[in-house]
């Protein structure tokens, strides 16, 4: 799923022509240099030309410090250019000027979203929609934030309002989709998934979180052709690739597996699930010593995964080392891993 950190770096350009279409009419001198500059600003914005544009904004307020939307424009601008303090500087002042313009408050709310503040941003959020503000964006942000505090209903909700207004927004049918997965309704994802591959074929998120959910609906031969497509376009991708070697395992490719968790290890040699996946792996093909190093690895980098103290206990046991099996297994228990208290039952 895209990381909410960087959403607000491609939020900008979206939002950043509202309003751009107003031009202005003859007045006083200073007047009518401020509105022309400030006009050549926006032809800037339509260009992607948003230094060029932040200098022709500079120069409108220079004549004219009293325009909101002079103010409001430079803002998103700054925001644009990766400057948030100063973007948000900006759009309080033009909130200062108008405090009912919606759009400001969403362009503050979007920032504070890059800068996680997401309490924060979810007021300023809701005060856009109170100020009659419309933009898919502001919804599917909205969305994200839900996510964020697991409130998966309400992201339904949000994402389902993105889409009735943009049809083919391929981002916001991807997070209702992990909405859906997380309320189980693992159909609705699987088509929200499709959906926005439809839209946006190149979208490899999509196609490993598809995978996901076919490997929890037990589907593990689709999961592995999606966790491929996947790889396919983000061959680097650490992630895709152990989850990929989950499903092969399922599927008795043990080898095939193993090659997985390795270079899935090769990406991020500290990664722990694709440690603990790749001794479960070796286990099963007899290296119980292979199994034993790599549990141990685990643990070593993360000393409360519970589950591969479990699992290294259960391979001392085959190994002949009762000891420090139960050592494990009590380690385990201590760590909430409720099936521990069958194996310790084993020890003295």
């Known amino acids: ?34 509105k022309s500059a400030y006009n050549k600003g926006i032809e800037q914005i339509r ?17 004219d410090n009293k325009n909101y939307l002079t103010y409001l424009q430079r803002g998103k601008v700054k925001a644009k250019l990766n400057n948030p303090a100063d973007a948000l500087s900006d759009l309080y ?13 969403f362009a503050i709310g979007a920032i504070q979203v890059g800068l996680k503040k997401y309490n924060e941003a979810y007021v300023n959020f809701s005060k856009s929609i109170q100020y009659g503000f419309k933009d898919p964006m502001l919804y599917y942000l909205k969305g994200v934030i839900d996510l964020h505090k697991k409130d998966y209903s309400t992201a ?43 839209y946006n074929p190149q979208m490899a998120s999509a196609y490993s979180n598809l995978g996901s959910v076919k490997t929890k609906s037990g589907d593990f031969k689709g999961a592995v052709e999606d966790y491929t497509k996947a790889i396919k376009m983000q061959p680097n991708n650490y992630i895709s690739l152990n989850n990929r070697g989950y499903v092969k395992y399922q599927l008795g490719d043990f080898q095939g597996a193993i090659d997985d ?9 500290d990664y722990t699930y694709a440690l603990n996946n790749l001794a479960i792996a070796k286990n099963k093909i007899n290296d119980p010593q292979a199994a034993y190093e790599a549990f141990s690895k685990a643990v070593q980098i993360d000393n409360d995964f519970g589950t591969a103290y479990l ?9 002949g080392n009762i000891d420090s099996a139960c050592q494990d297994w009590h380690k ?17």
Request: aromatic share 10%; glycine share 4%; hydrophobic share 40%.
């Open 1 to 34: 799923m895209k990381k909410i950190a960087d959403i607000w770096k491609t939020i900008c350009f979206m939002f950043i022509l509202l309003n751009c279409g107003q031009l202005y009419g003859q007045e006083n001198i200073n007047e009518r240099l401020s």
């Open 47 to 63: 260009k992607q030309n948003f230094t060029e544009a932040e200098a022709c904004f500079n120069k409108s307020i220079s004549l």
């Open 93 to 105: 002042k033009a909130l200062s000027l108008k405090n009912d313009l919606g759009e400001a408050f």
């Open 156 to 198: 339904l909700v949000d994402f389902s309002l993105a889409i009735e207004q943009q049809d083919d927004f391929a981002y916001a049918y991807h997070d209702r989709a992990a909405a859906k997965f997380k309320l189980n309704d693992l159909q609705g994802a699987m088509r929200d998934y499709l959906e926005a591959i439809n």
């Open 261 to 269: 968790f390795n270079q899935s290890l090769t990406l991020k040699k």
């Open 311 to 319: 699992n290294r206990g259960c391979v001392s046991e085959l190994m």
């Open 332 to 348: 385990a228990q201590d760590l909430g891993i409720k099936e521990a208290s069958a194996y310790i039952k084993e020890c003295k």
